[in-house]
């Protein structure tokens, strides 16, 4: 991972209350990237303020299959960035798959340098059970997967890879911060009214997890 990443490198935040505590916390002024995970159709009628008010409104949204296309055709009219393919949000690598899309191209070898956050609403490979890749980068500085669009239990896996899993149905807030020698992804998961809090470090040299706390 480059050093021109260093710092408060990303927060993800899905769901009303999640963006709330983003606006009001001023995390948006702290962070470099900041990301917002569909499904917003709750938030784009109810709160459509509430995402102007973010800093700068320098903001890119991860759309979901569980909104109306109409709801991202207006958003983009309204000139916020919307996430499809594989692109550069400046220095940050994003890659947003469509439902079905093969991603094992993604991760099963060496990038080009830039470190990226792949989004997918898809099963986590790692949790198939017939797993036959061979995987040959850098676990915790090539990328994070973040699979958001199946029903699984949310939570963070230091497995082969980082991966940062969160349930559709549960409002989320994650925050990636990078140092020197290592990466903290802290995660917040809000689930009828109740928030559990995990987090973990990540060696940069290594890819190898130091701590997982719930």
Not at 104 to 131: C, N, Q
Request: a neutral charge.
């Amino acid at each position: 991972m480059g050093c021109s990443l260093a710092g408060r490198l990303a927060i993800i935040a899905r769901g009303l209350g999640s963006l709330e505590r983003v606006a009001g916390s001023g995390y948006d002024r702290l962070y470099r990237y900041i990301i917002i995970l569909g499904p917003i159709s709750r938030v784009f009628l109810l709160r459509r303020d509430l995402i102007s008010r973010l800093y700068g409104g320098n903001i890119l949204v991860v759309p979901s299959s569980y909104d109306d296309v109409a709801i991202y055709v207006n958003l983009r009219r309204s000139g916020y960035s919307i996430c499809r393919g594989d692109i550069m949000y400046r220095d940050l690598g994003i890659v947003c798959l469509e439902r079905g899309e093969d991603l094992w191209g993604r991760i099963a070898y060496p990038h080009d340098g830039v470190f990226k956050l792949i989004f997918t609403e898809d099963l986590d490979p790692m949790d198939r059970s017939i797993f036959s890749i061979s995987y040959r980068s850098n676990p915790g500085r090539d990328f994070i997967l973040i699979s958001h669009g199946v029903s699984q239990p949310s939570g963070l896996v230091l497995g082969i890879w980082p991966s940062i899993r969160i349930d559709p149905r549960c409002e989320a807030l994650a925050m990636i911060d990078v140092e020197e020698a290592r990466m903290d992804i802290d995660l917040e998961i809000i689930d009828k009214g109740i928030i559990y809090r995990l987090g973990a470090s990540i060696l940069k040299d290594y890819g190898s997890p130091v701590e997982n706390i719930k």
